[in-house]
């Protein structure tokens, strides 16, 4: 890893680690890699920053520099799911109601999104 910042467990096992500005990697249970994010799907990234996974698997990456949260399915494309109203997202977190919770460290608080 490069400058490891943010880690969450994946549902079936495993666990998804944001380096600092670069990538975003998948481990298995064992902690062998299983994926980078921007090779599978072709994205690059600003400065990752918090990583989420939802209760279907796709992984959820707050863009501290870009200002974004993109969703990457385990199938499909990458889907930006926020593009506005933040200004550095770091810590991010899903609720099993389908909520996003992400912290914005420039204006002290916590956004939630449905």
């Known amino acids: 890893l490069q400058g ?4 969450s467990p994946v549902p079936r096992g495993g666990f998804v680690v944001s380096e600092e500005c670069g990538d975003v990697k ?3 249970s064992s ?7 921007s090779s599978k799907y072709g994205h ?3 400065n990752p920053a918090g990583v989420c996974v939802d ?5 959820l990456v707050a863009d501290e520099q ?6 990457f399915p385990e199938h499909g494309a990458p889907i930006c799911l926020v593009s506005t109203g933040l200004q550095r997202p770091a ?5 099993s109601s389908g909520h996003l919770f992400v912290a914005d460290t420039v204006e002290n608080c ?3 999104f449905k």
């Open 91 to 95: 810590g991010m977190a899903c609720s």
């Open 31 to 37: 902690r062998k890699l299983l994926s980078s994010l």
């Open 66 to 71: 870009r200002r974004t949260v993109h969703l």
């Open 4 to 7: 490891p910042r943010y880690v």
């Open 44 to 46: 690059q990234f600003g």
């Open 26 to 28: 998948v481990f298995v």
């Open 110 to 112: 916590v956004k939630v």
């Open 55 to 59: 209760m279907d698997g796709s992984i």
